[in-house]
């Protein structure tokens, strides 16, 4: 009999932040497929006999690629397993998720998809920011910044500049400096606040805080490293107004 496969979205850091449908099937599965980004505190909710399988590194300790891991995930439902393919955060952001249900569906695979909660706000909530706010900031624009904003980018920083709210930016830390010149560049304020978020909802978490203009330095003075997420937008002020709640080093902007 043929299995079923479900991208579970774990959530960001904190373990508890699992919704109740993912961890009954984390506790059900008879396969889990993981990323490095979990929180691996979930893996302890598993069958004694569940096969768990890092996807974010193979045995020769390099990543598996997408198409290694839809195989897999295609592979071991075809077997009659039930297939838990545990994501960081929610499955459709930033998360190949959507590759991975294509996936399931050219095989004849039965799939569903259980969304987590995005580290795209929940990390800037631990920082004590909210991505929305009413009075400061009315849009929510969240963008990669896996790609060099100097070469070819699918990413509109023109228009971006001039959209106003709250910007976030996943994966930017390799090209922080880059996107936030570009940002300037294309007419966003140098004055307007900016914080760095790493290993959010962790007991790791670090808040590197300043403006357009400064946050690349202060993030690198402090070695911010992945994962971190940018926050760029007047509700980051929230953060040092009495919003802040998670204990976590506070930098201050240089
Ligand atoms: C490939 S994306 C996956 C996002 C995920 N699907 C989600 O909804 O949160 C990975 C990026 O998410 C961000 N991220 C995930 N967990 C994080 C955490 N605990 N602290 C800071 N950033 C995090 C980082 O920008 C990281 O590079």
């Known amino acids: 009999m043929i299995g079923k496969v479900f991208l579970v979205g774990a959530g960001p850091g904190d373990p508890d932040l699992i919704t109740v449908k993912g961890l009954r099937l984390i506790r059900s599965a008879d396969v889990i497929i993981y990323d490095r980004l979990i929180p691996h505190e979930l893996l302890g909710e598993a069958r004694p006999d569940a096969e768990l399988i890092d ?3 193979a045995p020769a300790r390099q990543r598996l690629s997408q ?3 839809n195989a897999l995930i295609v592979e071991k439902a075809s077997q009659g397993d039930q297939v838990v393919r ?3 955060g929610d499955p459709f952001v930033f998360g190949r998720g959507g590759e991975e249900a294509l996936a399931c569906f050219k095989a004849g695979i039965p799939f569903e998809v259980v969304p987590g909660v995005s580290s795209a706000f929940a990390v800037p909530a631990y920082a004590g920011i909210p991505v929305t706010h009413r009075g400061l900031s ?3 624009t969240i963008i990669t910044g896996h790609e060099d904003p100097s070469e070819a980018s699918s990413v509109d920083y023109d228009a971006l500049a ?4 709250t910007l976030v ?3 930017g830390v390799q090209h922080a400096a880059a996107i936030l010149a570009r940002l300037a560049e294309a007419g966003l304020p140098a004055a307007t606040p900016a914080a760095v978020i790493e290993w959010g909802a962790t007991p790791d978490q670090r808040v590197a805080e300043g403006t357009l203009a400064t946050i690349a330095a202060v993030a690198a003075a402090l070695d911010i490293q992945p994962p971190a997420i ?3 937008g007047e509700v980051v002020r929230l953060r040092g107004e009495g919003v802040r709640w998670f204990g976590e080093l506070l930098a201050q902007a240089i």
Do not use: F, Q
């Open 67 to 69: 198409e290694a891991i």
């Open 230 to 232: 940018t926050v760029i």
């Open 169 to 171: 930016i996943l994966m």
């Open 138 to 140: 009315s849009a929510l």
């Open 162 to 165: 001039h959209l106003g709210g």
């Open 86 to 88: 545990l994501k960081g």
């Open 55 to 57: 996807a974010g590194k």
